[in-house]
């Protein structure tokens, strides 16, 4: 069984920065061939992928409107494999709902469908 847990959402303004981390566990890590993405879902849009990390290649992904101002990182412990998310020069248009998903057969980083786990999400809401 795996777990994974989000935190780090909060308030803040424009301009400003939060760090949100997730962390995977289970007797299945930490095994680096998990990819693990952060997805938001701002309220009646559709979920989207913002960045990833892992997989056989360890390759990195951001969405366009994320990149330069986000920067994904992993860890490994035991058991666990921990995915942070630095946000910077946040927008309004960076409020959502966070959340992180892990998979191991992943073709299309962005694709919702092809994830195993998922978290329950932490709120992220920027004002102006």
């Known amino acids: 069984q795996v777990q994974v847990v989000e935190s780090g959402g909060g308030s803040v303004q424009t301009g400003g920065s939060l760090r949100l981390s997730c962390a995977a566990s289970?007797?299945?890590?930490?095994?680096?061939?998990?990819?693990v993405t952060w997805f938001r879902q701002a309220a009646g849009k559709e979920r989207e992928a913002v960045a990833s990390?892992?997989?056989?290649?360890?390759?990195?992904?951001?969405a366009p409107s994320v990149k330069g101002r986000f920067t994904i990182s992993r860890g490994v412990g035991a058991n666990t494999i921990t995915v942070d998310l630095q946000m910077n020069s946040l927008k309004t248009e960076d409020t959502a709902m966070y959340s992180c998903?892990?998979?191991?057969?992943?073709?299309?980083?962005?694709?919702?469908?092809?994830?195993?786990?998922w978290g329950q999400g932490t709120q992220v809401i920027v004002s102006s």
């Open positions: 990390t892992g997989g056989p290649s360890g390759v990195t992904y951001y």
């Open positions: 289970g007797s299945e890590f930490p095994n680096m061939r998990a990819r």
């Open positions: 998903a892990v998979g191991w057969t992943i073709t299309d980083w962005r694709d919702v469908a092809t994830y195993d786990y």
